[in-house]
């Protein structure tokens, strides 16, 4: 008779499966809880405790790490030796392994748990179960997730369980095995404060398949972290439209980014190819919208736009009347939701935003490795503002300069930002100088660069960038300062009567 081992934390289906398992001539050994819920539906169990002839001891600690357990795992039943060493013992072969582990993520994920409850949710016989399984699997078929409970039993019922689905599951075993591994070393590595630790541990789940990559010759996939934070994409609620792409996904984090900035007001963010077009804010959320739609009318069309509000009707037939790739709001009324869904081409996305902006870690994929770096979610309030120039910034400016701020930080360096009336008016992205983000910006901007404010994500080398903005009619400017040639700036602002700002911090966004 065929020997199954089913030791399980979740019990989704186990015991039917359990059942047909029986039925095709298994027996099957488990453990404490899973053995109790096979035997409340009438499944016959032998206990491990029968097997090893050794009792559970250390509250459960120890049951399964036993050679009766371990060596019917990793015994090869095709190896006249191994056979014969498992007979002169009276351990019988094992066939079949049903493990999946203790809770750990789940524990860890809730809002207050004690380090000792975390502690003591690491599976240990879990994991050496099914790696011994895995190891020795043209032996030993091994499943831990119940999803392949029925492809198992297929194999079974059809005269054995191929080797190809045997060697595939063993890979899976080894992957859960592992992400289980990162998880916990992720944990004990933050609880020890070690921020960048001698070897990186990741962990990722594969949330949806792509079509495709940044182009339709690169194949692609969407991957969550195993911990969800908010507000994060991957936790976002798709209420209609066609499943997201790999540059929707890109666009949209970038939009979700930028519009968790502001939770002092109205605000409504666009962005196209992760940089943002027109951003504004407002008392109404239909007023920010408005004024990034103003922003740049022309590149709005078949972007990305995120509000931080509900969604209401004024601002959906707003939005209503243009073609947008995606919206992503924290929720809308039922009417805004269903004016919006008369588009058949539009993605809505539900997204909590109740988490704000926190310092985590950001992870970058480099030629045979990554760069991590914390993630940038310093503000004004976090830097050393001071007025360099004669003249200080008037309360417009102020609004002006910190809406800048606020916008450029989230533009591709070199990036210049203008800023005007509750929107941005001009934006110059990811150009090789500086002064040639600050004339394309200009250049957008029109008209409305007189009297607007200009951000800078980082310092001017030289006075060439303020006499562009001179030009232009700009009459305040935010920056981080630390140049050399500091001063050489901040004369040119004060002989042409413009104010100055420095931040001492710097927001280079390279990718």
């Known amino acids: 008779m065929k020997r199954a081992l089913m030791s399980v934390s979740d019990k989704t289906g186990v015991a039917a499966f359990a059942k047909e398992l029986q039925e095709a001539g298994f027996e099957i050994i488990s453990t404490g809880g899973t053995k109790r819920t096979l035997n409340e539906a ?52 094992i066939d079949l392994v049903v493990v999946n582990l203790y809770p750990f993520k789940e524990t860890i994920s809730k809002e207050e748990v004690f380090y000792e409850e975390a502690i003591e949710n690491i599976d240990i016989g879990g994991p050496a179960m099914l790696r011994a399984a895995a190891k020795n699997h043209e032996s030993v078929a091994v499943v831990t997730d119940p999803n392949d409970y029925t492809e198992i039993l297929e194999g079974i019922h059809g005269g054995g369980i191929p080797s190809e689905t045997r060697k595939r599951l063993a890979a899976k075993v080894f992957r859960h095995t592992a992400a289980y591994d990162a998880l916990i070393a992720s944990y004990l590595t933050e609880e020890n404060n070690e921020e960048f630790p001698e070897a990186l541990t990741l962990t990722y789940e594969k949330k949806q398949a792509l079509r495709y990559g940044e182009n339709p010759h690169q194949r692609a996939a969407f991957y969550q972290s195993s911990l969800q934070t908010t507000p994060s994409l991957t936790a976002a609620e798709q209420l209609h439209g066609k499943p997201l ?13 930028l519009v968790s900035e502001f939770t002092d007001t109205a605000a409504a963010v666009a962005v196209k190819h ?15 919208y408005t004024q990034a739609y103003a922003a740049d009318p022309v590149s709005i069309f078949g972007g990305i736009v995120a ?21 992503i709001a924290p929720d809308y009324s039922a009417d805004a939701l269903a004016i919006l869904q008369k588009k058949k081409n539009i993605r809505l996305l539900k997204v909590d935003m109740n988490g704000g902006q926190h ?10 490795g990554v760069l991590v770096q914390d993630e940038d979610v310093k503000g004004l309030d976090n830097a050393d503002v001071e007025v360099v120039t004669k003249r200080a910034p008037s309360a417009d400016e102020w609004t002006n300069l910190e809406l800048a701020w606020r916008v450029v930080k989230h533009v591709k360096s070199n990036a210049i930002v203008l800023t005007k009336g509750n929107r941005t008016v001009g934006v110059g992205a990811g150009q090789m100088n500086r002064v040639g983000a600050a004339e394309i910006a200009v250049h957008q901007a029109q008209a409305d660069a007189k009297g607007s404010a200009l951000g800078s994500d980082a310092f001017f080398p030289m ?38 700002i420095f931040t001492g911090m710097r927001h280079f966004r390279h990718a």
Do not use: W
Not at 87 to 93: A, N
């Open 463 to 500: 006075r060439d960038t303020v006499e562009t903005a001179v030009e232009a009619g700009v009459t305040a400017i935010i920056q981080p300062g630390g140049s050399k040639r500091d001063q050489e700036s901040i004369d040119a602002a004060d002989a042409a009567g413009i104010t100055m």
């Open 307 to 327: 509000f931080n509000e509900t969604v209401d009707v004024e601002t959906a037939e707003q939005c209503a009347n243009i073609f947008l790739e995606v919206v």
């Open 274 to 288: 992760t940089n943002p077009c027109g951003v504004g804010i407002g008392k109404r959320l239909l007023d920010a």
């Open 359 to 368: 310092a985590s870690q950001v992870v970058s994929s480099v030629k045979g």
């Open 245 to 257: 792409s790999y540059n929707n996904i890109n666009d949209a984090d970038a939009a979700l980014a």
């Open 42 to 93: 009438g499944v016959n169990v032998i206990g491990i405790s029968d097997v090893t002839d050794f009792p559970e001891i250390l509250e459960g600690r120890v049951k399964t790490l036993h050679p009766a357990i371990h060596s019917g795992l990793l015994a090869k039943q095709d190896d006249e030796a191994h056979m014969e060493a498992l007979k002169e013992q009276g351990i019988q072969p």
